[in-house]
């Protein structure tokens, strides 16, 4: 059996969430719309899920919009409320993942004006780049990654909200990685909305939300009256309530986790670094407590992914969504990384079911692979 250490890409559920979901699979689940008490009790498990959610998030329950992920969730902000009749711009960031960039493309192919923020070497947006294309921008959106999927580098986002005109600009975080991993409370920041997607936080896949308090210009999935008319389709009920566990035990173990979490990263990355010549990329920054993005100046990327596959572990390089393509990270781009040693990157990141042994074990695999070169290349690279 494996070692898995990919849960920035995909965590495997909590048991209580397994067991929480069991009743809506296993039983006559209602359609939540529908008057009769089957369909009453799937809106009341519905209604809980989502007073979860904003417990976690300290958000009110109204704002919370289900949807079939992150995915859906940016898309839904982006094509949902941004004015495309506007010359007002869209400001994002060069380090977003694609599920923000691509439907900005396709704003931007329909007349609206996006401005994407460069990043600093370590990983967050550049700050003082920024201010000149930030400031007095009129911008009616700023859009910005909470910690990035493939560094977990942190970003500067409320030092970048007091750059905007907070009466006009409506400002939104992808935040599916951070959210479960570090506390986010809404109540207490400068932010209108944010997305996220239940498969990193330990619920099912294929469920997310998207939390904001105005209604879309635009819907992304019109149909039915569901979501407060925001989203049209028959609730995913039994995933719905998957959300709202894993929300609850991610509050619940929030201190724990982010302990056990540092303590796993922190072990492993004083162990790479015995390693001549190994790089984490975004170290200095802010970072999410799980996530490791590395580079071996001996390996390429994919080579050491299917050498350590071969060997038991399992590791991503980079943004699952890119893994099949071999070309070198967009944000280790935008950081200014060297198109070689970009494609050497390789994402560590640990979970809860992960313990201090499968860091060592990594590590010691890691140390192996690099002593069995030929002592002439590592030399070289080293
Ligand atoms: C930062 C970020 N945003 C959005 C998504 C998309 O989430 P989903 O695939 O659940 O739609 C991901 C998934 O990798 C992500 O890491």
Redesign the pocket.
């Known amino acids: 059996m494996s070692i898995y250490l990919d849960h920035?890409?995909t965590s495997p559920m909590h048991p209580d969430v397994i067991e929480a979901m069991m009743p809506f699979l296993q039983n006559p689940v209602g359609n939540p719309s529908s008057l009769h008490s089957f369909g009453r009790m799937a809106r009341s498990a519905v209604e809980s899920a989502r007073a979860e959610v904003a417990q976690l998030l300290g958000c009110d329950s109204a704002a919370v919009i289900f949807t079939?992920?992150?995915?859906?969730a940016?898309n839904l902000l982006l094509k949902g409320y941004v004015d495309r009749g506007s010359k007002r711009p869209v400001i994002s960031s060069r380090i977003e993942?694609s599920?923000?960039l691509e439907p900005l493309r396709q704003l931007q192919s329909e007349g609206v004006e996006v401005i994407l923020l460069d990043s600093g070497p370590d990983g967050q947006v550049d700050l003082e780049a920024a201010r000149p294309l930030v400031e007095n921008s009129d911008a009616q959106l700023l859009s910005i990654?909470y910690a990035?999927?493939e560094t977990g580098v942190i970003q500067p986002l409320q030092a970048l909200v007091e750059m905007v005109d907070r009466e006009t600009c409506l400002i939104h975080s992808?935040a599916?990685?951070a959210i479960g991993k570090i506390p986010l409370d809404l109540s207490q920041m400068a932010i209108d909305a944010v997305?996220f997607?239940a498969?990193?936080l330990r619920g099912p896949?294929g469920v997310?939300a998207l939390v904001v308090n105005s209604k879309p210009r635009q819907l992304l999935i019109s149909g039915g009256d569901q979501e407060n008319r925001r989203r049209g389709g028959t609730e995913n009920v039994a995933g719905i309530v998957g959300l709202g566990k894993a929300a609850q035990m991610a509050r619940l173990e929030m201190d724990h986790k982010h302990h056990h979490l540092t303590q796993l990263r922190d072990a492993f990355e004083a162990m790479l670094a015995d390693i001549p010549g190994s790089i984490v990329f975004g170290q200095q920054a802010p970072r999410l407590p799980n996530t490791t993005y590395f580079a071996l100046p001996y390996y390429h990327g994919e080579t050491l992914l299917m050498e350590l596959d071969r060997a038991g572990f399992a590791l991503s390089s980079g943004?699952?969504?890119h893994s099949a393509v071999t070309e070198p990270s967009h944000v280790l781009k935008a950081m200014g990384v060297d198109d070689n040693l970009a494609l050497n990157a390789v994402r560590v990141s640990f979970g809860m079911d992960n313990s201090l042994q499968d860091a060592e074990q990594l590590a010691a695999r890691l140390q192996q692979l690099v002593d069995s070169l030929p002592a002439v290349i590592r030399q070289a690279a080293g």
């Not at 079939?68 to 859906?72: Q, Y």
Request: aromatic residues 0%.
């Open positions: 920035n890409a079939s992920g992150g995915t859906e940016n993942h599920s923000v990654i990035n999927n992808d599916t990685q997305s997607s498969h990193k896949q997310g943004s699952a969504c």
